[in-house]
């Protein structure tokens, strides 16, 4: 079993819809990462949380410690947020273990 | 104010050779850290250093090393390349706040390298 799960997979939607990615991990954790990736290799950093809720943009990411849970939410969908979309938590040992990743394509 | 720099872009080398990656941290940035994506695959992490000492190493063989200059850049050296070393290098640096052992890690653009 794999330390860090996301779901789905994959994920197609239509413009506008609300998009939701979910994050599971069974390690102790200090902190937890959002990372975009897009075709060609580029990683942008969305989120880091430790605790609760963050909001940037359409964009939401939560993270329920208790549970070891988090998701990801994107509101108001556009073609332009099609990429894979990363979950990475970093352990007690400083290094980051990485989610497999939910490609997500968004049409028009 | 540049984000973290990576160079060169793409390079193709042959089984057995060796080759040294380059990467310049957000100016401040005194964390660098490596990893390795396998096309189709999620990164995994390779070394990471801070204030030009290893902090952490990831399952990789002794093939790999790094190493962290006083500017806070670094080097990824891989020796006695194999195909399966053909991959994206992404560096990420970060910068750890006095009694914080994590940061926020912003990430390059990547260092291609394909092995024939």
């Known amino acids: 079993k794999n330390e860090v799960e996301q779901s789905p997979q994959n994920l197609t939607a239509q413009e506008g819809e609300f998009i939701t990615i979910n994050c599971s991990y069974s390690?102790?954790?200090?902190?937890l990462h959002w990372l975009q990736q897009h075709p060609g290799g580029g990683i942008v950093s969305l989120f880091m949380?430790?605790?609760?809720?963050k909001k940037h943009g359409r964009l939401i990411a939560t993270i329920n410690i208790q549970e070891k849970h988090s998701s990801l939410h994107i509101t108001a969908s556009h073609p332009r947020d099609s990429a894979v979309y990363i979950c990475?938590?970093?352990?007690?040992?400083?290094?980051?273990?990485w989610g497999a990743g939910t490609k997500l394509i968004i049409k028009p | 104010d540049a984000g973290v720099t990576q160079s060169p872009t793409h390079l193709i080398k042959t089984r057995g050779q060796q080759v040294t990656l380059r990467c310049s941290p957000i100016?401040?940035?005194?964390?660098v850290s490596w990893y390795q994506q396998v096309l189709g695959q999620g990164p995994q992490f390779i070394f990471q250093?801070?204030?030009?000492?290893?902090?952490g190493r990831g399952n990789f063989p002794d093939r790999f090393s790094a190493r962290q200059f006083p500017n806070y850049s670094s080097e990824l050296n891989v020796n006695a390349l194999l195909l399966g070393d053909s991959a994206l290098y992404l560096c990420?640096?970060?910068?750890?706040?006095?009694?914080?052992?994590?940061?926020?890690?912003?990430f390059g653009p990547g260092t291609r390298l394909t092995v024939l």
């Open positions: 100016s401040g940035h005194k964390s």
């Open positions: 990475a938590v970093m352990d007690s040992n400083y290094q980051l273990i």
């Open positions: 949380l430790s605790s609760g809720k």
């Open positions: 990420a640096s970060s910068s750890p706040r006095y009694g914080q052992l994590y940061n926020e890690q912003f």
């Open positions: 390690v102790g954790i200090s902190a």
């Open positions: 250093y801070y204030e030009k000492e290893e902090r």
